[in-house]
């Protein structure tokens, strides 16, 4: 028996992303991040097969040397080839960035999601506690569980975690506050829907929006934040190629071969900013004020 | 406006109690004893015995809580395990230098941020609002202390125009104050100009399609005041905002500026008290940091009511 799926296409979800896709296409500040970002996912997935040697393999080249035909980015004080620890910083950068908007997404956004519809002391003690946070810059956040749990890349993203949580429970709980009040959530409830099912059918969707355009600039400074950790020591250990580390360690000789500190900075500016376009072309795309 | 404050200091209450009991809890949480994660390698029991009685680490957690806040209300911050020297006063001679990084910085962004926005939006939908957007996106996507140590490539290394590093007090020669500052601020400042200045653009662009700035501008009144005298002006508190939350990241950044210049201000402390394990270090300049941090926020409600009289009325 012949199905006709004509109509599977025709479904509102496939529609809406149609339409998102078109948007994203249009815009040309978010066509430019997402080329940017998927670039860099790519080089970050191919490292392996595009870099020319094992990016911890000392003394494949002279000590500090400069950008030669072998090396393209020149070596670094243990010889190791620059242009191979680069292409694999960008999976360092890129595990942070993504697991850092999961785990804060996940946490932030359920937490704020229930306690704002819960209402109550859950609310009040969440919000203090995000006040609290909130008085803590990332820096000495990370810094304070990097004393707790010992510096590594794991402490980052813990902390990041800890560090942008707030931001969405705050998102979350707003959206859930405005909308449990609404009549067809009263309807929901008098036909028997459950809480959990009126938080993810009704409430979530409503701020589905802003935490996505949220969670791009959450993986921008998460990069920038692990980098900067990393510099000082206390993030990504040796000898992972991160670019935060590949800079502290090129700081010592930037006099002689400022290579060393120029690429692994361009290769930050470039993740970051393509998170940056790609969170504002969302905004113009997804932010009902703007769109009129 | 005495209730808008009174309103505003009570709800810094839980957020001091709050931040306090984490602070707190920083020494609790490292694994191990907490008196020998105070005192290092020290095994003397005649000193374990003094540190546990004058700090209470054999009571209860709350009453060890209590103890400790005490002592901070007193302004006892505990000692130095690497130096043996009272952590407060070590703390307070590096506030001033901290402090001039950040006014430093935050100043430097905004003297580029303010003309930067109100030129994109008096120029909106030309080359120089797209420009302007780009830079500072860009700027926004630098990292602080790289930008700190291509300035210190180009400016110290290469042209020797700057120092590269350390610190001057001002009261040994202004000039020498001044000039190793520079490098550090405008390093710190770059990527807030970038984020100040995309917001004034925003919300001055906001401000100018309000029907007051139409009538204004029927009215014959010159553009420039418009744009100064009326659009800005309504359009400074959501900024204000902003520059109060930055100030917070740049707290942040600075720890880290300071470690690239070696520029002896808290940031640095705290840094090599971690790399250390001076726990009472850390303890205390963390706990300088966040009450400063929501001194900075406290201000800011100060100043709304300052700048827009409607929330001194509501």
Same mark, same amino acid.
């Given at each position: 028996?012949?199905?006709?799926?004509?109509? /599977? &296409?025709?479904?509102?979800?496939?529609?809406?992303?149609? #339409?998102?896709?078109?948007?994203?296409?249009?815009?040309?500040?978010?066509?430019?991040?997402?080329?940017?970002?998927?670039?860099?996912?790519?080089?970050?997935?191919?490292?392996?097969?595009?870099?020319?040697?094992?990016?911890?393999?000392?003394?494949?080249?002279?000590?500090?040397?400069?950008?030669?035909?072998?090396?393209?980015?020149? &070596?670094?004080?243990?010889?190791?080839? &620059?242009?191979?620890?680069?292409? /694999? !910083?960008?999976?360092?950068?890129?595990?942070?960035? /993504?697991?850092?908007?999961? %785990?804060?997404?996940?946490?932030?956004?359920?937490?704020?999601?229930?306690?704002?519809?819960?209402?109550?002391?859950?609310?009040?003690?969440?919000?203090?506690?995000?006040?609290?946070?909130?008085?803590?810059?990332?820096?000495?956040?990370? @810094?304070?569980?990097?004393?707790?749990? $010992?510096?590594?890349?794991?402490?980052?993203? =813990?902390?990041?975690?800890?560090?942008?949580?707030?931001?969405?429970?705050?998102?979350?709980?707003?959206?859930?506050?405005?909308?449990?009040?609404?009549?067809?959530?009263?309807?929901?409830?008098?036909?028997?829907?459950?809480?959990?099912? =009126?938080?993810?059918?009704?409430? @979530?969707?409503?701020?589905?929006?802003?935490?996505?355009?949220?969670?791009?600039?959450?993986? !921008?400074?998460? =990069?920038?934040?692990?980098?900067?950790?990393?510099?000082?020591?206390?993030?990504?250990?040796?000898?992972? *190629?991160?670019?935060?580390?590949?800079?502290?360690?090129?700081?010592?000789?930037?006099?002689?071969?400022?290579?060393?500190?120029?690429?692994?900075?361009?290769?930050?500016?470039?993740?970051?900013?393509?998170?940056?376009?790609?969170?504002?072309?969302?905004?113009?795309?997804?932010?009902?004020?703007?769109?009129? | 406006?005495?209730?808008?404050?009174?309103?505003?200091?009570? %709800?810094?209450?839980?957020?001091?109690?709050?931040?306090?009991?984490?602070?707190?809890?920083?020494?609790?949480?490292?694994?191990?004893?907490?008196?020998?994660?105070?005192?290092?390698?020290?095994?003397?029991?005649?000193?374990?015995?003094?540190?546990?009685?004058?700090?209470?680490?054999?009571?209860? @957690?709350?009453?060890?809580?209590?103890?400790?806040?005490?002592?901070?209300?007193?302004?006892?911050?505990?000692? #130095?395990?690497?130096? %043996?020297?009272?952590?407060?006063?070590?703390?307070?001679?590096?506030?001033?230098? &901290?402090?001039?990084?950040?006014?430093?910085?935050?100043?430097?962004?905004?003297?580029?941020?303010?003309?930067?926005?109100?030129?994109?939006?008096?120029?909106?939908?030309?080359?120089?609002?797209?420009?302007?957007?780009?830079?500072?996106?860009? @700027?926004?996507?630098?990292?602080?202390?790289?930008?700190?140590?291509?300035?210190?490539?180009?400016?110290?290394?290469?042209?020797?125009?700057?120092?590269?590093?350390?610190?001057?007090?001002?009261?040994?020669?202004?000039?020498? /104050?001044?000039?190793?500052?520079?490098?550090?601020?405008?390093?710190?400042?770059?990527?807030?100009? $970038?984020?100040?200045?995309?917001?004034?653009?925003?919300?001055?662009?906001?401000?100018? #399609?309000?029907?007051?700035?139409?009538?204004?501008?029927?009215?014959?009144? *010159?553009?420039?005041?418009?744009?100064?005298?009326?659009?800005?002006?309504?359009?400074?508190?959501?900024?204000?905002?902003?520059?109060?939350?930055?100030?917070?990241?740049?707290? %942040?950044?600075?720890?880290?500026?300071?470690?690239?210049?070696?520029?002896?201000?808290?940031?640095?402390?705290?840094?090599?008290?971690?790399?250390?394990?001076?726990?009472?270090?850390?303890?205390?300049?963390?706990?300088?940091?966040?009450?400063?941090?929501?001194?900075?926020?406290?201000?800011?409600?100060?100043?709304?009511?300052?700048?827009?009289?409607? =929330?001194?009325? #509501?």
């Amino acid at each position: 028996m012949d199905i006709d799926t004509s109509s /599977f &296409t025709d479904t509102p979800r496939y529609s809406a992303i149609k #339409s998102l896709l078109r948007a994203l296409v249009a815009n040309k500040k978010a066509l430019l991040g997402a080329v940017m970002l998927l670039l860099l996912v790519v080089i970050g997935v191919l490292a392996p097969v595009l870099a020319p040697f094992d990016p911890n393999q000392t003394g494949v080249g002279p000590l500090l040397s400069k950008p030669t035909m072998a090396h393209l980015m020149g &070596t670094d004080t243990y010889g190791r080839d &620059t242009f191979s620890r680069l292409l /694999f !910083g960008a999976r360092i950068s890129l595990l942070v960035a /993504f697991s850092v908007a999961i %785990g804060s997404t996940a946490i932030g956004v359920f937490a704020g999601l229930i306690t704002g519809y819960v209402g109550g002391v859950a609310d009040y003690l969440l919000m203090r506690l995000v006040d609290v946070l909130f008085a803590f810059p990332w820096v000495l956040m990370t @810094l304070s569980v990097a004393t707790i749990l $010992g510096p590594g890349l794991e402490t980052v993203i =813990i902390s990041l975690i800890i560090v942008y949580s707030p931001a969405l429970a705050r998102l979350a709980r707003s959206s859930a506050l405005s909308v449990r009040e609404m009549q067809y959530v009263e309807a929901a409830r008098a036909v028997g829907l459950g809480d959990f099912s =009126i938080i993810v059918k009704h409430i @979530l969707p409503n701020c589905a929006s802003p935490i996505v355009i949220q969670c791009t600039a959450i993986m !921008g400074y998460s =990069i920038l934040a692990e980098a900067g950790i990393s510099y000082l020591g206390l993030g990504t250990q040796p000898p992972t *190629p991160s670019w935060g580390l590949s800079l502290s360690d090129g700081t010592d000789y930037m006099g002689i071969v400022p290579q060393l500190v120029v690429f692994p900075g361009l290769a930050i500016v470039y993740a970051v900013l393509s998170f940056n376009l790609l969170g504002d072309g969302l905004r113009d795309i997804l932010d009902p004020r703007r769109r009129h | 406006m005495q209730r808008y404050l009174l309103r505003s200091l009570l %709800g810094v209450i839980p957020t001091l109690f709050g931040i306090s009991v984490l602070i707190f809890l920083i020494i609790h949480l490292i694994p191990g004893d907490p008196v020998s994660v105070m005192l290092g390698r020290v095994s003397d029991p005649t000193v374990v015995a003094a540190v546990k009685g004058e700090y209470g680490l054999d009571k209860p @957690l709350v009453a060890q809580y209590a103890t400790w806040l005490g002592h901070v209300v007193h302004l006892d911050l505990g000692y #130095s395990i690497s130096n %043996g020297e009272p952590v407060a006063p070590q703390i307070a001679e590096r506030i001033p230098r &901290t402090l001039y990084l950040l006014l430093g910085g935050m100043l430097l962004a905004l003297l580029v941020a303010v003309p930067t926005g109100i030129l994109a939006a008096a120029k909106h939908n030309t080359w120089v609002d797209l420009g302007a957007t780009a830079l500072n996106l860009v @700027l926004m996507s630098i990292p602080s202390f790289w930008f700190a140590i291509i300035l210190m490539l180009i400016l110290a290394v290469h042209y020797q125009v700057l120092p590269a590093t350390g610190y001057v007090p001002p009261e040994a020669g202004l000039s020498d /104050f001044f000039r190793h500052l520079v490098i550090p601020c405008v390093a710190l400042g770059a990527s807030e100009a $970038g984020m100040i200045a995309r917001l004034l653009r925003s919300t001055m662009l906001e401000t100018l #399609s309000q029907n007051f700035i139409v009538v204004a501008r029927a009215k014959g009144v *010159p553009k420039r005041r418009v744009l100064y005298r009326h659009a800005l002006r309504n359009s400074v508190v959501p900024v204000v905002t902003v520059v109060a939350v930055e100030i917070g990241y740049l707290l %942040g950044g600075s720890i880290i500026i300071e470690q690239v210049f070696g520029y002896p201000g808290m940031g640095l402390l705290l840094i090599t008290s971690i790399t250390a394990r001076d726990y009472p270090v850390i303890q205390g300049t963390i706990l300088v940091y966040a009450l400063f941090f929501l001194a900075i926020n406290l201000l800011t409600d100060l100043l709304y009511t300052i700048l827009d009289p409607r =929330i001194r009325y #509501s």
